[in-house]
């Protein structure tokens, strides 16, 4: 299979060759020629400087003496013999710079015929050679056309077995709302519900998903459930775009034993092959696309996927049973708040720079 990328380079650099070589060749002739012509202006010189210098010859009178002399027909004959000799003289040099002109005029014109020849012979190697390349080239193109289909119609069908089996395996949820809390990041927020009563938060729902008409009757519950998102654990980015390459730890430190590791199904961490999370809150008030939330462990900023009222008599079980482990709830849970004498000066003083900061 050809690539036409690299068939177009190998030619354009073929090209450049050729006309080199050609531009090269014809440098050469042209050189020649000329030379051959500067050959013939300087003949043509010497001929005519040699029949200017006869013309002089013959032109020019004899001594003065000599037409003294009595014996006139003696130096008339002399004369005549010295232009005869001088007239063959030039005679012979002519014909020699003719034969001269003539051969030098055939050279150049044989050297002119040749030039043009062989740029007829490179003209027609180019042509021949910019044919080839097309057939090459559209073939090429062919074959990438055809790769290119047999790439989509690949694509297409394997993006419709992903796409079954993404509808056989995923499910169409997004959030519905998100927590505006008291607590502004994961340390100090609790770690389950109602243990902090004056905690606030407040549920705003997005009115694209969720109408006002939602909520009618949510205010007639005391406590609701929150179905939300663990959006800060750390690897969710790695879990959500990298499914494949995350892996599941099947057990987790559990705080109340000390660093002892439990299955993750046995405790509420958030770090869960989905990371969901549970919990419950008293409904304070109902505003429209919002709802005034207390006892809250979420975190501000937290999507929340669903609520639900809280039912008593099916979601309270009696007869429960639990670890030994998870017996002590009033460990968690904060019995009082003592502050120290220094307490109200340092918190005065901490106020008076936030405030002065805006």
Known sequence: MVDPLEAKRLASKQMEEIKGREKQQRRREIEAI????????????????????????DLTPGPIHSRRRRNVPLAVAANSSSMATSGRS?????????????????????????????????????????????????????????????QQALREALAQTESHDLHSTIYPMRPIGTIQSCFSTRNGTPRQPLLVSLARACLIFDP????????????????????????????????WRKPSQSKLKAKVRVPRLNGERKGVFATRSPHRPCPIGLTVAKVEEIQ?????????????????LDIKPYLPYSDSIQGASVPNWVKEDCSLAVASVTFSDTFS????????????DF
């Open 208 to 239: 694209a998903l969720v109408p006002p008409a939602s909520l009618e009757g949510l205010e007639e519950y005391s406590h609701c459930w929150i179905l939300y998102v663990f959006h800060l654990n750390t690897d969710i980015e790695k879990l």
């Open 90 to 150: 030039h005679g012979s040099t002519t014909a020699a710079l003719a034969f001269t002109l003539a051969v030098v005029s055939v050279s150049a014109a044989f050297s002119l015929y040749r030039w043009r020849r062989r740029e007829e012979d490179l003209e027609n190697r180019i042509k021949e050679f910019e044919k080839s390349l097309g057939s090459t080239l559209e073939k090429s193109a062919s074959e990438r056309k055809g790769r290119v289909k047999a």
């Open 34 to 57: 000329n030379g051959a012509w500067a050959i013939i202006g300087l003949m043509i010189g010497l001929v005519i400087e040699a029949q200017t210098g006869k013309v002089k010859t």
């Open 345 to 356: 000066s340092s918190i005065t003083s901490c106020w008076k720079l936030i405030v002065s």
């Open 288 to 304: 429209k696309d919002k709802v005034l939330l207390s006892g809250v462990d979420l975190v501000d900023g937290t999507p929340v």
